[in-house]
């Protein structure tokens, strides 16, 4: 794939406002997207992917949420600092984003079918029936055909999720940005939901931002994988290379999280799991934030790892890496 | 002003129905009434609130109709003073200047509505706006506002209310916005609460990231979501501004050209042990007009409380 990129976000740093004052929750955040293209964003809990997310569509927690350094360039065009009318422009028209929880993302009170119209006339000028019409086409397309005027608590799970897919999407965004899109969902619904993603990347060549803490997702869906560790991004690199050959210790700790049913029966599998917690982003150790709970972590560990090329496009923040380019 | 607790004899909803069925082919369940319906669903079942409607339906039905069949100038002096119920030609007796009871209470009761909606009306207005931008816009919007609410809320309302109904002219409208002007901190603190949890849910950040200006997302995402507390206040609002209304009416500042049921129990306060009826009549219509809102608004409380609602 060649071209500019859509989405270029580089040195991002963010901050929060706490009790205790201001506490920095993404370092140095960079990667980029690319049209028709799908971009794992990979991480525990609390490791900053939702922040990223939420930084690049302009809706950071406030009051306190800012964006300290940095860039997001949409095609080219510097987002940080934009004005509100901007941000207005890009929300929905050029991202959209769709969210964890189907059940709690849809107004209650009002039919979905109602909820995608009133974005069209806000934004499109469409009158009341026209939009009406576009929505019930919207959700005819991501598979939730003559519910329109149903209220989201008449749907099932899987069709909320479409119904909130349809609404990000309504305005034909170039960039659709996934926020655990099926977490909340059963595993079979989870199936038919990435399936219709990939679906509408297929015929739209919409991008797609794909948030998740879970490899198997990404090894499903995703082209690149960007794996993040409290508020960094630690390893880059095309799915393929990043599941296969992991370079940071973390990467292959969540690789090996994946449960693997085993074929021969009666063989008990132990879940792997990572020992110790994601650490507060108010009291990081010095150096590379992962080193406490890492079984290689060494004497170097203790100096922040820069970013070390493994391959072509793949890249990792670990000091082992440089240790095996030194051996190699 | 506190919103009635539920009488507690309603069932309360088992279980949650609402976690994800298995496939998305699957229809949940057929399509059933808006949540409107649904609320009404609820009502209906409430006996106690069915009978707050149906008196409250009469008194407006008798402010409606009433002066065209019972066409009795309410400040005429018609017969005797003081004739107890039942006297001739005056069903529910004459007051102390020998005007008609029943014409009183049926045109009194055009005040008490009138003022009792318009100023639970203000009320709300009032008390919803300041209550939204608060809550919605938090910080220093909402530090300021607050300030401002709480100068209100420790003003002594009936006090107030008398002094700004004598500033200026004590006619029905002048009532009615001193009404709201001391009433509207508890709307406004309820709609605040309302906004400040309302907006941290999902559904309000999915429609800031389709592009929603914060005038839409006040009105049209989180204040319907607000709606069911804010109906029950409004509705109780009402009875509250009724009673105001009578009390004003009552120390004679109410407005001296219109009939008030306030008005009459004023001024045949004084011959109580003599008549009883002259002042009891009235105050029992004040009291079933009362009852009856507050009846309904237990029942509406109950009909849209989520956490009482059935799914």
Request: aromatic share 6%; proline share 8%.
């Amino acid at each position: 794939m060649s071209g500019p990129p859509l989405l270029a976000v580089s040195g991002l740093d963010m901050s929060l406002a706490t009790r205790d004052g201001p506490v920095t929750v993404l370092r140095d955040v960079a990667f980029s997207l690319r049209e028709g293209e799908t971009l794992g964003l990979v991480g525990e809990s609390g490791s900053g992917k939702t922040m990223t997310a939420l930084a690049i569509i302009g809706l950071l927690p406030q009051p306190g949420g800012i964006v300290t350094r940095g860039s997001i360039r949409l095609r080219g065009e510097e987002l940080v600092g934009a004005g509100p009318a901007r941000w207005r422009r890009v929300r929905g028209g050029e991202i959209g984003m769709i969210f964890q929880e189907p059940m709690t993302a849809l107004n209650p009170v009002f039919t979905v079918g109602e909820q995608i119209a009133e974005t069209l006339r806000a934004h499109e000028g469409l009158g009341r029936r026209a939009a009406l019409a576009r929505a019930g086409e919207m959700l005819a397309l991501v598979g939730v055909p003559g519910r329109a005027g149903d209220y989201p608590h008449q749907l099932s799970g899987g069709m909320r999720q479409r119904a909130m897919i349809a609404m990000a999407l309504a305005r034909h965004p170039k960039i659709l940005i996934a926020d655990e899109p099926t977490t909340a969902l059963d595993v079979t619904v989870q199936a038919q939901i990435l399936d219709l993603l990939r679906d509408i990347q297929e015929r739209f060549g919409t991008a797609i931002l794909l948030i998740t803490h879970d490899m198997g997702v990404i090894a499903e869906m995703a082209d690149r994988v960007a794996v993040m560790y409290a508020g960094r991004i630690v390893e880059d690199g095309s799915a393929a290379a990043v599941l296969s050959r992991p370079a940071h210790p973390y990467s292959r700790a969540l690789i090996a999280c994946i449960p693997r049913p085993r074929a021969e029966a009666g063989e008990r599998h132990l879940l792997e799991e990572i020992p110790g917690l994601v650490p507060s982003l108010a009291r990081l150790p010095p150096g590379c934030a992962f080193a406490p709970r890492c079984p290689a972590a060494f004497a170097r560990c203790r100096g922040a790892p820069p970013s070390f090329a493994t391959g072509p496009g793949h890249a990792a923040a670990c000091w082992l890496v440089e240790a095996t380019e030194v051996a190699t | 002003m506190s919103l009635l607790p539920p009488d507690g004899g309603e069932p309360i909803s088992t279980g949650p129905i609402a976690t994800g069925p298995i496939a998305a082919a699957e229809r949940p369940e057929p399509a059933e009434p808006t949540p409107l319906g649904d609320a009404w669903h609820m009502f209906r079942r409430n006996r106690a609130a069915l009978a707050g409607l149906a008196v409250l339906l009469a008194i407006v039905l008798m402010t409606a109709a009433g002066p065209s069949l019972y066409p009795v100038d309410p400040f005429e002096i018609v017969s005797a003073p003081l004739l107890p119920p039942g006297s001739e030609g005056v069903p529910l007796g004459t007051d102390y200047l020998g005007r008609d009871i029943l014409a009183g209470i049926i045109n009194g009761a055009r005040a008490s509505l009138a003022v009792g909606a318009s100023a639970a009306a203000l009320t709300m207005a009032i008390g919803i706006t300041i209550g939204a931008l608060s809550g919605f816009y938090r910080g220093w919007v909402d530090q300021l506002l607050m300030r401002v609410t709480e100068f209100f809320h420790v003003l002594p309302p009936l006090l107030l209310a008398m002094a700004l109904v004598t500033l200026f002219s004590p006619s029905l409208p002048t009532i009615a916005i001193a009404i709201g002007i001391v009433s509207w901190t508890a709307a406004a603190r309820l709609t605040r609460a309302e906004f400040l949890r309302i907006g941290t849910l999902e559904y309000v950040l999915a429609a800031r990231s389709i592009g929603a200006r914060n005038r839409r997302l006040i009105w049209r995402v989180i204040l319907p979501n607000a709606l069911p507390p804010l109906i029950v206040s409004a509705t109780l609002t009402v009875g509250v501004a009724i009673l105001f209304e009578s009390g004003l009416s009552f120390l004679g500042l109410g407005d001296p050209n219109v009939m008030s049921w306030g008005l009459m129990i004023g001024s045949n306060r004084t011959y109580m042990l003599d008549a009883w009826w002259a002042a009891t009549i009235p105050g029992i219509a004040i009291f079933l007009t009362v009852l009856s809102i507050s009846l309904i608004g237990d029942g509406l409380n109950e009909a849209l409380n989520p956490r009482l609602r059935q799914r």
